[in-house]
Protein backbone atom coordinates (compact mmCIF):
# COMPACT_ATOMS: atom_id res chain seq x y z
CA UNK A 1 0.00 0.00 0.00
CA UNK A 2 1.10 3.52 -0.64
CA UNK A 3 0.43 6.04 2.12
CA UNK A 4 1.00 8.65 4.24
CA UNK A 5 0.24 8.95 8.25
CA UNK A 6 0.38 12.06 9.88
CA UNK A 7 -0.60 10.83 13.32
CA UNK A 8 -0.26 14.01 15.06
CA UNK A 9 -3.75 15.94 14.28
CA UNK A 10 -3.65 19.11 16.08
CA UNK A 11 -0.54 20.55 18.27
CA UNK A 12 -0.32 23.34 20.18
CA UNK A 13 2.78 25.88 21.03
CA UNK A 14 3.73 28.91 22.43
CA UNK A 15 6.13 31.28 20.49
CA UNK A 16 9.27 30.36 20.65
CA UNK A 17 9.55 26.67 21.42
CA UNK A 18 10.55 24.35 19.01
CA UNK A 19 8.19 21.85 17.28
CA UNK A 20 8.33 18.79 15.53
CA UNK A 21 5.74 17.52 12.98
CA UNK A 22 5.43 13.60 12.38
CA UNK A 23 5.53 11.96 8.87
CA UNK A 24 5.95 7.69 7.98
CA UNK A 25 5.43 6.23 4.82
CA UNK A 26 4.86 3.24 3.62
CA UNK A 27 6.13 2.12 -0.49
CA UNK A 28 7.07 -0.98 -1.98
CA UNK A 29 9.26 1.18 -4.35
CA UNK A 30 12.46 1.77 -3.88
CA UNK A 31 12.71 5.08 -6.10
CA UNK A 32 9.91 7.54 -4.26
CA UNK A 33 9.80 11.41 -3.60
CA UNK A 34 8.75 12.87 -0.45
CA UNK A 35 7.44 16.28 0.23
CA UNK A 36 6.03 18.80 2.67
CA UNK A 37 3.58 21.36 2.28
CA UNK A 38 2.23 24.06 4.06
CA UNK A 39 -1.68 25.42 4.31
CA UNK A 40 -2.07 28.61 5.87
CA UNK A 41 -5.50 29.99 7.03
CA UNK A 42 -6.19 31.65 3.10
CA UNK A 43 -6.40 28.35 2.25
CA UNK A 44 -3.87 27.47 -0.74
CA UNK A 45 -0.86 25.04 -0.42
CA UNK A 46 2.27 26.01 -0.40
CA UNK A 47 5.50 24.00 -1.22
CA UNK A 48 7.97 23.86 1.57
CA UNK A 49 10.37 21.18 0.27
CA UNK A 50 11.17 17.60 -1.68
CA UNK A 51 13.55 14.91 -1.07
CA UNK A 52 14.06 11.61 -3.37
CA UNK A 53 14.55 8.05 -1.72
CA UNK A 54 18.22 8.34 -2.35
CA UNK A 55 18.67 11.36 -0.50
CA UNK A 56 18.77 10.69 3.54
CA UNK A 57 20.56 14.03 4.48
CA UNK A 58 18.80 16.48 6.31
CA UNK A 59 18.30 19.20 5.57
CA UNK A 60 17.97 22.43 7.13
CA UNK A 61 16.24 26.21 5.68
CA UNK A 62 16.38 29.09 8.28
CA UNK A 63 14.22 27.99 10.58
CA UNK A 64 13.09 24.82 9.11
CA UNK A 65 14.22 21.33 9.54
CA UNK A 66 13.41 18.01 8.04
CA UNK A 67 14.87 14.46 8.80
CA UNK A 68 14.49 11.58 6.43
CA UNK A 69 15.25 8.31 8.26
CA UNK A 70 14.60 5.52 5.43
CA UNK A 71 15.49 3.30 8.28
CA UNK A 72 12.17 3.61 10.46
CA UNK A 73 10.31 5.37 7.08
CA UNK A 74 10.21 8.55 8.61
CA UNK A 75 10.22 11.62 7.04
CA UNK A 76 9.84 14.63 9.89
CA UNK A 77 9.45 18.06 9.85
CA UNK A 78 11.14 20.57 13.16
CA UNK A 79 10.09 24.10 13.38
CA UNK A 80 12.83 26.18 15.67
CA UNK A 81 11.52 29.28 17.44
CA UNK A 82 8.17 28.83 16.38
CA UNK A 83 6.05 31.96 15.37
CA UNK A 84 2.33 32.82 15.24
CA UNK A 85 2.74 32.90 11.30
CA UNK A 86 3.61 29.35 11.16
CA UNK A 87 0.07 28.69 12.29
CA UNK A 88 -1.01 26.76 9.36
CA UNK A 89 -2.13 22.73 8.64
CA UNK A 90 1.10 21.05 7.56
CA UNK A 91 0.61 18.12 4.92
CA UNK A 92 3.55 15.52 4.53
CA UNK A 93 2.88 13.67 0.84
CA UNK A 94 4.80 10.95 -1.04
CA UNK A 95 5.05 10.06 -4.50
CA UNK A 96 5.53 6.95 -4.73
CA UNK A 97 7.43 5.49 -7.70
CA UNK A 98 9.31 7.08 -10.55
CA UNK A 99 6.95 7.14 -12.68
CA UNK A 100 3.99 8.81 -11.02
CA UNK A 101 3.07 12.54 -10.95
CA UNK A 102 0.38 12.52 -8.37
CA UNK A 103 0.84 13.37 -4.93
CA UNK A 104 0.25 11.36 -1.78
CA UNK A 105 -1.58 13.54 0.85
CA UNK A 106 -1.35 12.81 4.57
CA UNK A 107 -4.13 13.65 6.88
CA UNK A 108 -2.22 16.91 7.64
CA UNK A 109 -1.49 18.14 10.68
CA UNK A 110 -2.94 21.73 12.18
CA UNK A 111 -0.44 23.34 14.57
CA UNK A 112 -1.43 26.83 16.40
CA UNK A 113 1.30 28.70 17.49
CA UNK A 114 -0.02 31.61 20.43
CA UNK A 115 1.96 34.55 21.57
CA UNK B 1 0.38 34.55 -4.82
CA UNK B 2 1.08 31.12 -6.71
CA UNK B 3 0.07 32.24 -10.17
CA UNK B 4 -3.03 29.75 -10.30
CA UNK B 5 -6.02 31.09 -10.78
CA UNK B 6 -9.62 29.67 -10.24
CA UNK B 7 -13.13 30.43 -10.19
CA UNK B 8 -15.26 30.42 -8.67
CA UNK B 9 -14.33 31.07 -5.47
CA UNK B 10 -17.27 29.75 -3.57
CA UNK B 11 -19.84 28.25 -5.32
CA UNK B 12 -23.47 26.91 -3.75
CA UNK B 13 -25.70 24.44 -5.82
CA UNK B 14 -28.38 21.93 -4.84
CA UNK B 15 -28.12 18.55 -5.21
CA UNK B 16 -28.68 16.87 -8.60
CA UNK B 17 -27.27 20.15 -10.42
CA UNK B 18 -23.95 20.38 -12.26
CA UNK B 19 -21.67 23.23 -12.17
CA UNK B 20 -18.05 23.69 -14.02
CA UNK B 21 -14.47 24.87 -11.96
CA UNK B 22 -11.95 26.79 -13.76
CA UNK B 23 -8.64 27.13 -13.60
CA UNK B 24 -5.49 28.92 -15.50
CA UNK B 25 -2.54 27.58 -14.37
CA UNK B 26 0.63 29.79 -14.17
CA UNK B 27 2.35 31.32 -17.57
CA UNK B 28 4.83 28.51 -18.53
CA UNK B 29 3.34 25.66 -16.68
CA UNK B 30 2.13 22.58 -18.66
CA UNK B 31 0.26 20.63 -16.43
CA UNK B 32 -2.69 21.02 -14.38
CA UNK B 33 -3.82 18.34 -11.47
CA UNK B 34 -7.32 18.71 -9.72
CA UNK B 35 -7.39 17.85 -5.72
CA UNK B 36 -10.49 17.82 -3.78
CA UNK B 37 -10.29 18.17 -0.04
CA UNK B 38 -12.79 17.43 2.31
CA UNK B 39 -12.87 16.65 6.13
CA UNK B 40 -13.76 13.02 5.93
CA UNK B 41 -10.84 12.25 2.87
CA UNK B 42 -8.74 14.77 3.36
CA UNK B 43 -6.39 15.95 -0.04
CA UNK B 44 -7.52 13.32 -2.97
CA UNK B 45 -5.97 13.67 -6.15
CA UNK B 46 -8.44 13.20 -9.16
CA UNK B 47 -7.01 13.63 -12.00
CA UNK B 48 -3.66 15.11 -14.16
CA UNK B 49 -4.03 16.82 -17.68
CA UNK B 50 -0.16 17.48 -19.18
CA UNK B 51 -0.47 19.72 -22.68
CA UNK B 52 -4.42 18.92 -23.18
CA UNK B 53 -4.27 15.34 -22.68
CA UNK B 54 -5.02 13.22 -20.00
CA UNK B 55 -1.77 11.74 -18.13
CA UNK B 56 -3.22 10.38 -14.33
CA UNK B 57 -6.15 9.59 -13.07
CA UNK B 58 -7.24 9.24 -9.43
CA UNK B 59 -9.89 8.83 -7.37
CA UNK B 60 -12.60 10.32 -9.66
CA UNK B 61 -16.44 9.73 -9.75
CA UNK B 62 -17.55 9.08 -13.25
CA UNK B 63 -20.05 11.90 -12.39
CA UNK B 64 -16.77 14.03 -12.61
CA UNK B 65 -15.14 15.12 -15.43
CA UNK B 66 -11.72 17.24 -16.96
CA UNK B 67 -10.38 18.55 -19.58
CA UNK B 68 -7.18 20.94 -20.79
CA UNK B 69 -7.64 23.14 -23.55
CA UNK B 70 -5.12 24.11 -26.12
CA UNK B 71 -4.69 27.65 -24.09
CA UNK B 72 -3.61 25.61 -21.31
CA UNK B 73 -6.67 26.38 -18.99
CA UNK B 74 -8.31 23.25 -17.37
CA UNK B 75 -11.86 22.86 -16.78
CA UNK B 76 -13.50 20.51 -14.04
CA UNK B 77 -17.68 19.51 -14.58
CA UNK B 78 -18.95 18.06 -11.51
CA UNK B 79 -22.70 16.32 -12.39
CA UNK B 80 -25.24 15.02 -10.52
CA UNK B 81 -23.96 16.18 -7.24
CA UNK B 82 -24.67 15.10 -4.08
CA UNK B 83 -24.52 16.21 -0.25
CA UNK B 84 -21.04 14.48 -0.32
CA UNK B 85 -19.23 15.97 -3.16
CA UNK B 86 -19.12 19.70 -0.99
CA UNK B 87 -15.68 20.09 -0.26
CA UNK B 88 -12.58 22.33 -1.50
CA UNK B 89 -11.19 21.94 -5.37
CA UNK B 90 -7.83 22.46 -5.80
CA UNK B 91 -6.17 23.29 -9.06
CA UNK B 92 -2.30 22.97 -9.17
CA UNK B 93 0.07 23.41 -11.88
CA UNK B 94 3.54 22.15 -11.70
CA UNK B 95 7.40 22.34 -13.13
CA UNK B 96 8.02 19.53 -16.00
CA UNK B 97 11.33 18.16 -15.54
CA UNK B 98 11.83 16.12 -18.37
CA UNK B 99 8.14 15.87 -19.16
CA UNK B 100 7.83 14.84 -15.47
CA UNK B 101 6.27 16.43 -12.72
CA UNK B 102 8.41 16.91 -10.00
CA UNK B 103 5.69 17.02 -7.75
CA UNK B 104 6.40 20.59 -6.74
CA UNK B 105 2.96 21.80 -7.20
CA UNK B 106 1.70 25.32 -7.19
CA UNK B 107 -1.75 25.44 -6.02
CA UNK B 108 -4.66 27.79 -6.90
CA UNK B 109 -6.92 28.89 -3.72
CA UNK B 110 -9.42 26.69 -4.37
CA UNK B 111 -13.31 26.41 -5.33
CA UNK B 112 -15.28 25.76 -2.14
CA UNK B 113 -18.31 24.02 -3.41
CA UNK B 114 -21.47 23.35 -0.97
CA UNK B 115 -24.09 21.22 -2.48
CA UNK B 116 -27.38 21.62 -0.19
Known amino acids: AQKVTQAQTEISVVEKEDVTLDCVYE???????LFWYKQPPSGELVFLIRRNSFDEQNEISGRYSWNFQKSTSSFNFTITASQVVDSAVYFC????????????FGKGTTLSVSS | DSGVTQTPKHLITATGQRVTLRCSPRSGDLSVYWYQQSLDQGLQFLIQYYNGEERAKGNILERFSAQQFPDLHSELNLSSLELGDSALYFC???????????????FGEGSRLTVL
Open chain 2, 92 to 106: ASSVELAGRGTGELF
Open chain 1, 93 to 104: ALIPNQAGTALI
Open chain 1, 27 to 33: TRDTTYY
